[in-house]
């Protein structure tokens, strides 16, 4: 609601407090409001999808976010928010894993050709 309020006056502020948003984990309330801020505040959308999108490779694949085209052997790096915050968890619920798959399923992720990782995150749960 905040971030259709006030929109783009928030776009300085909000990037220092992705990371610490994100080190929380995903319920649905932040799913909620990361796809209302990437709506509202069009400066910071690619941002929320670039750490979204590790965040659910995170939970959905265990390794970071593999854009089209990353080579197998190069393993992309730990993103910040998994990496600085304790208490980041290693293991994932069912019911994470159901969120982190709606999620995908949900958000606009523009601008991103997923192809790959939707077909690595199928495979491993079909």
């Known amino acids: 609601m905040l971030a259709q309020a006030v929109g783009q006056t928030l776009s300085k502020y909000m990037e220092a407090l992705l990371d610490p948003i994100f080190a929380c984990g ?26 979204l999108l590790d965040l659910l490779s995170l939970i959905l694949l265990r390794t970071p976010y593999r854009p089209l085209g990353c080579p197998p052997s190069r393993m992309p ?27 995908l399923g949900r958000f606009d992720f523009s601008g991103h050709i997923l192809n790959e990782f939707v077909r690595d995150v199928t495979a491993r749960y079909a």
Do not use: C, W
């Open 77 to 103: 790096p730990l993103p910040s928010f998994a990496r600085d915050y304790p208490g980041f968890p290693n293991e994932f619920k069912e019911s994470e894993i159901r969120l982190a798959l709606e999620t």
């Open 26 to 51: 995903l319920t649905p309330p932040m799913a909620d409001a990361l796809k209302e801020m990437a709506h509202h505040i069009p400066p910071i959308r690619g941002i929320v999808q670039d750490k």
